[in-house]
């Protein structure tokens, strides 16, 4: 019971913290607010209606009986009443109006039938509260005439009860806004540190974060930011090392290629150079996977346009552009750029044709990547896109390489907040689909 309770309440809650604390804020305000009025309304104001308007029905039953009583001192009788009361009373031998003047559910309507029907009794009395603005009239059957009454609307009303929820209403609306502005300040501090975190976490790099908000929130900005800034140091630390280890290691392969060139043997030369160009290979492949986080800064790209300029690099009739789509995205122009070219590149080595497609899904841009070349086992899919991995059979993702072609394009992708997936191409080769939020 309980557990279906929790997720019901689960379902309807806002998911927000923002709005989350001001349901805290309000809902005791405005729960308050409705007891406060139900309580007033039952035990006060209807109360002093019911008896003010059953103190103004005994005035009319009285004045009624006096006049009966004593019918000569009329222009008397009327002119005491409406300077002492304030009452406008006629006496004629009119009907009553058919139509009836009552509001089924005005309180006040209902509070004065009550007293007049059982004080007059049925058919007996008839009145409106809505056409004189602030008067009343009532008309009462006395044997062969009726007497009008018009008194002041305020006899059978207490007046009280607008200022009365004015004054309570006013003040909790104005303590739920004074709780929004707070709410307000108190919340953005969250919201900017998920907005660097989100940032961080598709590789751009936060130059300008400043903690603020309450102690708790900017203890948490601030070891955010101590950690982006480890992260990124160590970042450029491996680059840098990298980039050190390749610039010492292709100076000793430079002096190597020197002194085969002016080896006699040329059959030993050969394969000696070719060696040294694989060694050369597999260092550009570290470098280049080392540099997939380099520094970058964050731009928006139109990939319809990015995927054309690299088909105009390429100058591949084989190369064939199916169906692209007008797509807009933040990102990282030279890593996607690095990353498509990646993929392409593995296509046009080991198929005849390379079919690009890009698609606009809901709110995220789609590009499929297929060759007509031997296909990847789908039992593989999973280990080609882990660094250093190659496959021995029909089809090498990396031949010249050391395995790191796939892993480069997953680390951007993922790093923009997307996805790559492989399946089987419609013509027999392979599939690469990638995924990129917009």
């Keep these: 019971m309980f557990s279906g309770l929790n997720k019901f309440f689960k379902i ?27 309580v007033f309304y039952d035990s006060v104001w209807i109360k002093a209606n019911k008896n003010i308007t059953r103190s103004l029905v005994s005035q009319l039953q009285t004045i009624q009986n006096v006049y009966l009583n004593n019918k000569d001192n009329l222009d008397f009788f009327t002119d005491s009443y409406k300077n002492n009361f304030n009452f406008e009373i006629s006496i004629n031998k009119e009907s009553f109006p058919k139509s009836t003047g009552e509001r089924k559910f005005s309180p006040m309507d209902r509070s004065l039938r009550r007293e007049l029907k059982s004080t007059f009794g049925n058919n007996n009395y008839w009145f409106n509260t809505v056409k004189f603005k602030n008067a ?3 008309k009462v059957r006395t044997e062969d005439e ?20 004015l004054w309570t209403t006013l003040p909790s609306i104005v303590l739920i806004f004074i709780a929004l502005i707070f709410l307000k300040n108190q919340t953005k501090p969250l ?6 975190a989100e940032k961080f976490g598709k ?53 190597l290629k020197l002194q085969l060139e002016m080896l006699s043997q040329k059959d030993i030369s050969k394969n000696m150079s070719k060696d040294i160009d694989e060694m050369e290979n597999m260092l550009n492949d570290y470098l280049q996977f080392a540099k997939t986080q380099a520094k970058e800064e964050t731009s928006s790209i139109n990939l319809s346009s990015l995927i054309k300029d690299i088909k105009r690099e390429f100058s591949n009739e084989n ?4 169906n692209l789509e007008d797509i807009t995205l933040k ?18 080595i080991y198929g005849n044709n390379v079919f690009i497609n890009l698609y606009r ?15 990847v086992p789908e039992d593989q899919y999973k280990n080609v896109l882990k660094p250093f991995v190659r496959l021995d059979k029909s089809r090498s993702l990396n031949k010249s390489g050391v395995g790191l072609g796939l892993a480069i394009v997953e680390d951007v992708i993922n790093s923009h907040g997307g996805s790559i997936s492989l399946g089987k191409s419609k013509h027999n080769g392979l599939q690469v689909k990638i995924s990129l939020p917009f």
């Design 136 to 138: 009343v009239e009532i």
């Design 319 to 322: 190369l064939v552009l199916e």
């Design 361 to 375: 899904g809901s709110n995220i841009a789609s590009i499929t990547i297929d060759d007509d070349g031997p296909g």
């Design 203 to 255: 590789g751009d790099y936060i130059n300008n974060f400043r903690p603020s908000g309450a102690a708790e929130i900017r203890k948490a900005a601030y070891e955010f930011d101590r950690m982006a800034k480890r992260i990124n140091r160590h970042l450029n630390q491996r680059s840098e090392m990298l980039s050190g280890i390749s610039h010492d290691l292709r100076t000793p392969l430079t002096r």
């Design 146 to 165: 009726v007497i009008e009454f018009i008194v002041p609307k305020d006899m059978i009303s207490a007046s009280s009860v607008r200022l009365f929820v």
């Design 191 to 196: 919201v900017r540190l998920a907005k660097a």
């Design 12 to 38: 309807v809650l806002p998911k927000r913290l923002f709005y989350r604390a001001l349901i805290i804020v309000a809902a005791p305000t405005i729960i308050l607010q409705i007891i406060i009025t139900i």
């Design 331 to 348: 990102g990282r122009s030279s890593a996607l750029k690095r990353c498509l070219e990646n993929v392409i590149q593995n296509g046009l």
